[in-house]
């Protein structure tokens, strides 16, 4: 790892554990992109950038040098208004309503370490010398706008994060319009964009296009960073597949409305972009203000979307995630949502919890409706008392009777929201999102906090505080359960109106950690209707995700593959529930639910008091299996081997770093009549070691394992399932 400047080209050249990042500085001040993948050794790379005189349509910047043009410059940080016609990464309205500006180098630092981001989550380094980072500062001289460009390789990680702070050294206040994380202009357009895309219920499902001319892109305008689209794409270079060839991911630290995409010009270059939807926004910097835009991670790979995926997982489960449960084995829970909904009492709880600890499961989660008077989503979020009318001891009470079957107890909470039939709303009409003289749009019956407010904000702080304190509390579901409407503040003037929904943003982070590093013995799983908000943004605070309100085994595959390419598996919260399934009507065998749902964090979400004494008895062995192979599942390396978005099969697997041991899931959705035959080729395996499946006698290559592969299993009817574990003998 190192950063290096050869000042003789005026070049930078960043290198990553594998990757190389390179860019120029040009007499004029301009800075040029050269280079983003595998590691290169010399600094030269300055003689890629060709110019080329163009016609009128793309002028030049300078009357002697002709080939000159911001419009075809590859670009670290590219404007609009003065040649670049291009999608800009930046936008800034001057006092004469004009918003054309020139950026130009003024000077650079490189310091070892990380500086952590003002306000904002992002990833971090534990030392000096796992990261370094590299500082350049652009200045447009007129204005006093400055822009810090800042670049963080890591020593053991293919991954760069990048972001911009933008600072207003100027007598005059300046309005930010856009101001993206990253853009980076690469030399050809033969790529394809991948995205995550779906819905509630169908969250993060892959698709791929061909890049064409113009603009291709993927945003939210929700509030957060949605179920409908996922702050992330990756370029795949032709020909690379799930374990060949180039790919490029770039994924944005941040839970509310972002943009991220690619725009292929006339010259077949893409431009790739992500930061915070500049739709909407706005931000108004007084002289002396800055703006700190989130971090975006860029990953590289010369080793398919497969290689990728594990940079990102490797890096997030090591330097995004923290606290104590960062690099701990998380516990196997029932959680009662799906078993009683809101209608339960104390002994209803108390006789799941007890057939959970018969089963071998460690914690208890209650759900939505244990608060105010919730007995439907029609009131009480806001009122964080506990409804003695459905537990007429208490908390506490109830925490004492679920630990003293030695079980740990979680808690759901949804702290941003407020229903108007609440006594905080009553008391607090004007603490919800809104615009005056407008109708609040409800959504779930509930309106949103305005978490841009400094009351709010300690607010929820104190209430949640408050009943985390008052019982030996060991999780906590913090769920979010709309989007956003009327983006107004009652606090902020007119003329800052539209920094409302970045502001919601940097306080629910205030908040979160404060209240994260408050109670640091609580593992924390955010949730948003499931995964509405799985963003690397939440890992920063709450080191897992609720994955799906989908609990369906079959739609999982699609769900838990889509997720699994950037976000760990050690963030995704997967639970057996109970059959007709409650979303989509589906009924699959209990293996198959198990066998799906043990790729994630395992748990239960029904009824466990209904199961039959044989249904108890594979509940026992999924859990007694759950817990030899979670260090595997939650902190191996992750492999996929067949996608559900291709074919009727879908086979993952996990295997540890030191190799010793593998965990493969193989499921087929619809039995077919006179199925083919087939191989199952295993992956990341010793090849110089021999392995061992559970259960048989006999030893297999891990060469052979690979490369020959296993016969695949063959099935008789829907939704079958089997899963291998493989131990290396010694
Ligand atoms: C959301 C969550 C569910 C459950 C309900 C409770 O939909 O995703 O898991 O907690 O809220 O109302």
């Known amino acids: 790892m190192a950063i290096r400047y050869d000042q003789q080209r005026s070049v930078f050249h960043l290198q990553a554990r594998d990757t190389s990042y390179v860019f120029h500085v040009t007499k004029q001040g301009y800075l040029p992109h050269l280079y983003w993948g595998r590691k290169v050794r010399g600094t030269q790379l300055d003689r890629l950038l060709e110019l080329k005189e163009r016609a009128s349509f793309s002028p030049s910047t300078e009357l002697d040098q002709l080939a000159l043009s911001l419009d075809t410059l590859p670009q670290e940080y590219p404007g609009y208004g003065n040649s670049d016609f291009r999608m800009p990464a930046y936008q800034v309205m001057l006092p004469n309503g004009t918003t054309v500006t020139d950026l130009r180098y003024a000077s650079h630092e490189i310091v070892s370490g990380k500086p952590a981001l003002e306000g904002l989550p992002a990833t971090y380094a534990e030392s000096g010398k796992e990261a370094q980072t590299l500082e350049v500062t652009l200045k447009d001289e007129p204005t006093g706008l400055a822009v810090i460009l800042s670049y963080t390789v890591f020593e053991s990680f293919d991954a760069i994060a990048r972001s911009a702070r933008i600072v207003n050294n100027g007598k005059d206040t300046l309005q930010l319009q856009r101001a993206f994380s990253l853009s980076l202009d690469f030399a050809h357009d033969r790529f394809e964009m991948l995205q995550l895309s779906g819905a509630w219920t169908r969250e993060r499902y892959a698709h791929k296009r061909k890049l064409e001319p113009g603009l291709q892109s993927v945003e939210s305008r929700r509030g957060s960073s949605s179920h409908m689209q996922n702050p992330f ?48 926004f706005s931000w108004r910097l007084e002289p002396g203000e800055r703006f700190q835009t989130p971090e975006a991670v860029m990953v590289h790979s010369s080793e398919g979307l497969g290689g990728m995926s594990r940079s990102f997982h490797d890096l997030y489960r090591s330097r995004l995630i923290r606290g104590t449960f960062r ?57 964080w008392f506990v409804d003695r009318s459905k537990l007429p001891s208490g908390l506490e009470d109830l925490v004492g009777r679920v630990k003293r079957l030695d079980m740990q107890f979680g808690l759901w909470f949804e702290p941003e929201m407020i229903s108007p039939e609440s006594e905080l709303y009553r008391a607090h009409p004007d603490w919800c999102l809104h615009v005056e003289g407008r109708r609040r749009t409800q959504a779930r019956h ?29 999780y906590v579901k913090w ?26 943003m940097l306080g629910l982070y205030d908040v979160l950690e404060r209240i994260t590093s408050a109670f640091p013995h609580i593992l924390f799983e955010s949730c ?77 979400e029904l009824d466990l008091t209904r199961f039959t004494d044989e249904e108890k008895e594979t509940v026992k062995e999924q859990v007694a299996l759950y817990k030899e192979v979670r260090h595997l599942v939650q902190f191996g390396d992750f492999y996929r081997l067949l996608s559900p978005f291709e074919g009727n099969e879908t086979a993952w697997m996990f295997v540890s770093k030191d190799q010793s041991e593998a965990f493969v899931v193989y499921v087929s959705v619809l039995q077919e009549p006179n199925p083919k035959l087939g191989r199952l080729r295993l992956k990341g395996l010793d090849p110089n070691r021999d392995y061992k499946l559970d259960g048989q006698d006999a030893a297999y290559g891990g060469d052979e394992l690979m490369y020959a592969g296993l016969a695949a299993p063959q099935f008789h009817g829907d939704f079958a399932s089997r899963v291998y574990r493989f131990r290396a003998v010694e």
């Not at 809101?342 to 244990?370: H, M, P, Y």
């Not at 305005?450 to 209430?463: E, H, N, T, W």
């Not at 983006?487 to 539209?498: F, M």
């Open 233 to 280: 794409v990756a370029l795949l270079s032709e020909g690379a597949t799930e374990d060949h060839g180039d790919v490029y991911g770039v994924n944005l630290v941040y839970s509310g409305n972002f943009t991220a995409g690619v725009e292929v010009d006339q010259f077949h270059t893409a431009r790739l972009f992500i930061g915070i939807n500049p739709f909407d």
């Open 327 to 383: 690099d701990k084995t998380r516990p196997i829970l029932v959680n009662n949502w799906e078993a009683t909904y809101f209608n339960f009492n104390a002994d209803k709880i108390e006789s799941i919890a007890r057939t959970g600890q018969e089963l071998g499961i460690e914690l208890f989660v209650l759900d939505d409706g244990w608060f105010g008077k919730r007995d439907n989503d029609t009131t009480s979020l806001g009122d």
């Open 446 to 474: 509930q309106l949103i906090l305005d978490l841009s407010r400094k009351d709010v904000q300690d607010y929820i702080v104190k209430a949640v505080s408050d009943i985390l304190s008052s019982a030996p509390i060991t």
């Open 479 to 504: 769920d979010m359960n709309r989007n956003m409407t009327e983006i107004g503040s009652a606090l902020l003037p007119a003329e800052r109106q539209r920094e409302t929904a970045h502001r919601y």
């Open 528 to 604: 948003s209707g499931g995964g509405g908000r799985f963003d690397a943004g939440m890992l920063y605070y709450m080191p897992q995700t609720w994955t799906s309100d989908n609990t369906d085994a079959v739609s999982r595959l699609k769900i838990q593959y889509g997720t699994s390419i950037v976000y760990p598996v050690s963030a995704m919260g997967a639970h057996v529930s109970a059959v007709p399934n409650h979303q989509v009507g589906r009924i699959t065998s209990l293996e198959t639910r198990g066998n799906v749902a043990l790729s994630g964090n395992f748990g239960y």
